[in-house]
């Protein structure tokens, strides 16, 4: 390895090996080692054709040379393979598994595929949206949802994992978890019990430019899916794989690698070989790969608020990743957390409306309430709960109007007595829906409206030993970018696990760890500047000591080490609040100035 926190790794699609020289593998493993330093490539054995055993031999034998790991690796996707195929509208070209001639190439190439490697990835065509008239007659009276899941379920296990391991029972099969995790369901990713037969899985991390193409993913995800997916199969999770298509800046595509990295993977995948040989985007990532190894070795297991998105379920979609991108540390589980008093990160949970594919949701939540946990629910799961689980009720007084609240004026708590307001204005008016709580049932931390007429969107209920929470979040999730720094950093504070918030406007992300360490990472966009904000750190704090990235130079021509007082000097010590009933009710705040683009990070010395 190259690194010492990572594997570097790329894949090579068959077209390409089927029709690169050995001279110009030569000339592309030169350019890799020279600006990246490639640990491991997976050789594509089929994507719509197959590749030449003659050309696999080929590539393997001169990566050889270069000491790179190779793999194998297959795409599901397929050409007709008869007249009658013609007939079956499939997105991609993707298989479909009710033709008998297409499973049996499926069964061919997993069979190939074992008889030159001794691990291969599947990529992220393993679905199916075929609607054929063998698959409407095959799906029955079930529903899409329900036929997709066990249809691909089944293929998994007789088309590649069975036919693969009778050829070699020593190979080992990686399942590619697409970037649209919330659409799973509908196209027979099913995870939840494919990762009791797949040795391995893997996860897509390509975020690309959230504005300017189809998917509008939160550059978040980067990382939140990466964590998602620990939970799916701890120690198993293989690593992040993005691309560098759509991505109109530099920035845009490193911040993709920055984001997987931080969320500790085994190998970080950059798609694809051919995408990337003699690519400019290419160039600085050994240099930044060498800058995320140095500081990874300082950092401890990622920590942030639970998410719970159980399997097969889909709403509030992606609503970690847009409070991730405001500042938020997330970190999103498929299970729902036991209570535990002795761990911070396990006192505190948020449920989206994705909680609700849970049927026993609301029992999960009575019992971590009841024994002194922290529940926040969003107004998304609430609205939903209130008409699926009506005995939600029992938390709180919050109630849904089937209205919408337009706001521009905010009041969140005052940093002094925390019963006082501070009066803030957003930038444009933000839709809400319009959640109404009971006076004094119900406490409101921070309120939105115009005018006369304001309404809660944080509020809290004492429940048990615990508290029930209902964060009403803007009704386009984008728009939390347009809340004011006041109303974000007290949504930080509340949603906090770590002991650590940051007091700024939306742009930055904070990554938190189980080792009193953090850091920050500033996005680029359009607009973006430099940001000088406070990060507040619950007890006291004798200083932030800066983590070393090897990168000794910085802004100006100066050296980090003379920079490091305006990071690591506190500015002041107060009490969080007036009457507060944490065992450290004060807090340290220190000053941070930051780069779009840039990273740093930091150790908490008390």
Not at 183 to 188: A, D, I, L, R, V
Request: charge should be negative; aromatic fraction near 14%; proline fraction near 5%.
């Amino acid at each position: 390895m190259f690194y010492k926190n990572f594997k570097t790794v790329t894949y090579c699609v068959a077209g390409w090996v089927n029709r690169v020289t050995e001279e110009e593998v030569r000339k592309g493993a030169e350019f890799f080692q020279k600006y990246v330093k490639l640990d491991k490539i997976y050789l594509e054995t089929y994507r719509d054709e197959f590749a030449a055993r003659e050309k696999i031999e080929m590539i393997k034998r001169v990566m050889k040379d270069y000491g790179i790991e190779v793999s194998g690796g297959i795409t599901t996707v397929t050409p007709d393979l008869n007249e009658s195929d013609k007939k079956r509208q499939r997105l991609f070209n993707t298989f479909c598994y009710c033709n008998e001639p297409m499973r049996a190439r499926l069964k061919e190439v997993s069979e190939y595929t074992a008889s030159l490697f001794d691990e291969f990835i599947i990529d992220d065509f393993f679905f199916t949206q075929c609607m054929c008239e063998d698959c409407i007659r095959e799906k029955g009276n079930r529903s899409w949802k329900e036929f997709r899941l066990a249809k691909m379920l089944e293929v998994s296990e007789n088309l590649i994992i069975k036919p693969a391991k009778k050829i070699n029972p020593k190979i080992n099969i990686i399942i590619k978890y697409p970037n649209w995790r919330e659409s799973f369901q509908e196209t027979g990713y099913n995870p939840g019990q494919q990762r009791e037969i797949f040795d391995s899985i893997y996860t897509g991390t390509e975020t690309r430019h959230g504005a300017q193409q189809d998917q509008h993913l939160p550059r978040y995800l980067s990382y939140s899916l990466m964590r998602y997916f620990e939970s799916v199969a701890p120690g198993r999770n293989g690593g992040g794989w993005f691309d560098p298509f759509d991505c109109d800046r530099i920035d845009t595509y490193l911040e993709q690698a920055y984001l997987t990295a931080f969320a500790k993977p085994k190998e970080i995948m950059m798609f694809c070989w051919p995408a990337l040989a003699g690519n400019k985007r290419a160039t600085p990532l050994g240099f930044m790969y060498d800058r995320l190894d140095t500081v990874l070795s300082h950092l401890g297991e990622p920590r942030g608020l639970k998410v719970y998105i159980p399997f097969n379920s889909q709403g509030d979609d992606h609503i970690e990743d847009y409070l991730g991108m405001a500042g938020v540390p997330v970190e999103p589980v498929c299970d729902f957390p036991e209570f535990n008093a002795v761990d911070a990160a396990s006192r505190k949970v948020m449920v989206t409306a994705a909680s609700l594919e849970d049927a026993k949701i609301v029992e999960k939540l009575r019992h971590f309430v009841e024994a002194g946990g922290h529940a926040v629910a969003t107004s998304g799961f609430m609205i939903g709960a209130l008409q699926k689980f009506p005995e939600i009720a029992e938390f709180t007084s919050v109630r849904y109007t089937n209205r919408s609240l337009a706001a521009d004026e905010f009041h969140s708590p005052a940093k002094i007595v925390h019963f006082f307001k501070n009066y803030t204005k957003s930038s444009e008016p933000i839709e809400f829906p319009l959640l109404e709580h009971r006076n004094n049932a119900s406490w409101s931390l921070v309120n939105a409206g115009h005018g006369e007429y304001h309404e809660s969107i944080l509020c809290y209920d004492t429940y048990g030993k615990g508290r029930f929470t209902v964060l009403t979040l803007p009704e386009m999730p984008s728009k939390i970018y347009k809340l004011p720094a006041e109303i974000l950093t007290a949504i930080r504070k509340e949603l906090d696990v770590s002991g650590i918030w940051i007091d700024c406007a939306d742009g930055v992300s904070l990554f938190t760890y189980d080792n009193s360490t953090f850091g920050l990472y500033c996005y680029t966009w359009d607009g973006c500047a430099p940001l000088e904000f406070t990060v507040h750190i619950k007890g006291k704090a004798e200083k932030l000591e800066f983590i070393p990235d090897g990168d000794d130079s910085n802004f100006w021509g100066l050296k980090m080490k003379e920079l490091k007082p305006l990071y690591t000097v506190p500015l002041y010590e107060r009490r969080s609040d007036i009457n507060a009933d944490e065992p450290e009710p004060c807090e340290t705040v220190f000053p941070v100035r930051i780069i779009p683009g840039d990273f740093v990070f930091f150790k908490i010395v008390r």
